[in-house]
């Protein structure tokens, strides 16, 4: 067995509505996942024993770790052991909004089922992917999409957003299960299955009124500094801004790279930042 190298990208959330609270304990929403270019990278290689590493320690290695968890659950369902070594880059943030952990999962179940010819089909795939979390199925095949019930539900979208994007994360980490207790389900007032095609300048103007995050309204209030990111955004040029998820990260659209980037300069000796 050949070592191998995959990119496993972060998204973002073009505009987040909660829609209901469900009977399951989980809730309805409605989103689009957008890939962005931003990568965790997992490195598979030959062992006589299953390993797992992370290159940031506080990243948990054990059983807690979704990618151990797909080498579990791959192992039950084709029947048959897999011994590989597999080490995780971290370069996307934890606790940012931006998918990490899905994306690393379901890049492992991706590529161990077909190093260790598992036999396992998209669909099957799909079915272990939504148990290990709601929007891991998004990233077995990343295109921009509308996810709706819990996330799993997915529609591709022919969807562009051809600016430069810059993410800024503080040292904020938003707790995703405090986030949906105290969010307040509503109807969506626009509907984002709207967005198609490449957005232009003034259709992202447009949208900073319509397409709307329902976490930011708890989230702002519980952590300004967060609000004033976004708010100094716009005061640097961006085009549009929202937070992505649950928190921390905001992102920010811009005309040009040159604006871009010295919105970059004004963040980055604060929070860490990243120009997609």
Same mark, same amino acid.
């Given at each position: 067995?050949?070592?191998?190298?995959?990119? $496993? &990208?972060?998204?973002? =959330? !073009?505009?987040? =509505?909660?829609? *209901?609270?469900? $009977?399951?304990?989980?809730?309805?929403?409605?989103?689009?996942?957008? /890939?962005?270019?931003?990568?965790?990278?997992?490195?598979?290689?030959?062992?006589?024993? !299953?390993?797992?590493?992370?290159?940031?320690? *506080?990243?948990?290695?054990?059983?807690?770790?979704?990618?151990?968890?797909?080498?579990?659950?791959?192992?039950?369902? +084709? =029947?048959?052991?897999?011994?590989?070594?597999?080490?995780?880059?971290?370069?996307? /943030?934890?606790?940012?909004?931006?998918?990490? @952990?899905?994306?690393?999962? +379901?890049?492992?179940?991706?590529? %161990?089922? #077909?190093?260790?010819?598992?036999?396992?089909?998209?669909?099957? %795939?799909?079915?272990?992917? @939504?148990?290990? @979390?709601? #929007?891991? /199925?998004?990233?077995?095949? &990343?295109?921009? *999409?509308? +996810?709706?019930?819990? @996330?799993?539900?997915?529609? /591709?979208?022919?969807?562009?957003?051809? !600016?430069p994007l810059l993410i800024v994360k503080p040292a904020i980490h938003i707790s995703t299960a405090w986030a949906y207790k105290n969010c307040k389900p509503a109807l969506p007032k626009f509907d984002l299955r709207n967005l198609h095609g490449t957005l232009s300048n003034e259709e992202m103007i447009e949208l900073r009124t319509k397409v709307v995050n329902d976490f930011e309204r708890i989230v702002f209030d519980d952590y300004p500094e967060i609000r004033e990111i976004k708010q100094k955004m716009y005061q640097l040029g961006a085009l549009f801004s929202l937070m992505t998820g649950s928190g921390s990260a905001v992102f920010g659209i811009f005309k040009n790279n040159f604006d871009a980037e010295t919105a970059k300069e004004f963040f980055q000796d604060r929070y860490l930042s990243v120009i997609c």
């Open positions: 067995m050949k070592t191998i190298s995959v990119n $496993a &990208p972060a998204k973002i =959330n !073009f505009g987040l =509505n909660i829609v *209901s609270r469900r $009977a399951d304990g989980y809730h309805n929403i409605e989103t689009i996942f957008y /890939p962005v270019c931003l990568y965790d990278t997992l490195t598979f290689s030959a062992s006589e024993k !299953f390993s797992f590493t992370v290159s940031d320690p *506080s990243i948990p290695s054990d059983s807690s770790n979704l990618v151990v968890q797909v080498k579990n659950e791959l192992e039950s369902a +084709a =029947n048959k052991k897999i011994n590989v070594s597999i080490h995780l880059k971290k370069n996307i /943030p934890v606790g940012a909004g931006l998918g990490g @952990g899905s994306s690393d999962a +379901a890049s492992a179940l991706l590529t %161990l089922n #077909d190093m260790f010819h598992c036999g396992l089909t998209l669909a099957e %795939l799909r079915i272990i992917a @939504g148990s290990l @979390g709601s #929007d891991v /199925p998004f990233f077995l095949s &990343p295109v921009p *999409s509308f +996810a709706e019930s819990r @996330g799993e539900i997915l529609s /591709p979208l022919k969807l562009k957003i051809e !600016f």
